[in-house]
């Protein structure tokens, strides 16, 4: 190869040097900021530069193999994919790093543009002290929003807005995180009165299940759990029982859990799709047995709907064989996997494919394959 | 007001090199990828070369 070729990055693109090492006047947050917009539009370009490397090595290998009228064609299919997966790791490691120095920006940011509160510590005041003021900030931005999202509901009364739109949606949730940070910055602050009048009016404000189970299990909101409760019986009513027991559970209404995990159980005779939650409702009422049988026989269903196309079925399958105490059966389909992961091309781009293939060999107790792939993955990296 | 004028020249210094780090272990990560991918395609240029050798002797030797 020419040495030209084989030029290496870093000769190729200047040298951009901390603003220290090329302004002899004292570093500044302007000059920081200059830093990092250059070196992110250096490796924006490079993310391009590389690109196009890439394209002229993988033609490279068409001409030759054009040229010579030799190469068998698996291989040389091959070896372009090997190229282009080492593209996606140099693209990736570019990405990051832009990522990473994008944080940095962020931390130069005015803190009224952001949605963290970022309390200055020139009195030096005590920890309690500043959580109780970030807190009352937290609580005048939610106090705010409410008054503009009021503001905003009387005028779609009067017919003068739109009844639905995301900016709406994006007013609920900026309240309700909000009201949660203040809840918890009272909290730290050893303000429970305020942490819990706080964590009511976040319930208050959100509609989603997840953060209402999150709020109750920090605060035990009377609010939040009303408001599950009434979600329970929506979903109930849908047919979600599985999802519905599983918040009686977290709301502490044992004996309802209770009654909906039997019937995920009962549902799965007649109905196979209920399988896997049954299984996992099992596993919640405390019945091993019932639980291992219910999962042997999800995987079955998996190995026997199978496709060519289908290879992560395979690794469901292992999962759910593992949990029913088959670990034979799961060793055949951890290694089905990995086989199919090894004829994947597509998934051959991806960061982790080589340590995810080690990963499902050595499950299949294939040790030779696991290091032949773990090596395979080292070396990438 | 930005928040990187309450910080100490000391913290500013810092805040510099770290982001110099991350800008340059990133170059030197994609320089040694870069080396492997131009490698894996000079090593199979080289034995497609070799193969067409091969094929060439195979055609004097048959016809001499």
Redesign the interface.
Known sequence: MPPEEIKSTNEKQEEIKTPEATAEAPLTAESIQAQILAMQAKLEEMKKTSQNAEQTETARVDKTVEKLSVGNPDETVAIKAEVKGIEVDKQAVLTTAETKIGEETKMTETPAEKNDVIIEDKNELTSEQKNEKKAQEYEKRFIEGDKIAQERQKANKKGEGATHDSLSDQSVNERSFCAQKAAESYAEAGNMIKAREMWDKSAETTGETSELVSIYEQSHSKIAKEKLIARTQELEKQGQEFMTADIFEKIGFKDDAKRLYNKVTELAYKDKSYLEAAAVASERLGREDQAKKLYKEYADGLWKSQTPESSFLFKDAAEAYEKAGKEDSAKVCWEKYADKLVSDEGLKQTFHYYSDIAKAYEKAGNKIKAEEMLAKSKERR | ???????T?QE??N??????A??S???A???E??????Q???D??KK??Q??IE?IKEFIKHKS
């Open positions: 007001m930005s928040n990187n004028d309450t910080k020249p500013l210094l805040q510099s090199k770290k982001i110099e991350i800008y272990e990133a170059i990560k994609v320089e990828l870069e080396k492997k991918q131009k894996v395609v000079a199979y240029i497609l070369e193969e067409k094929k």
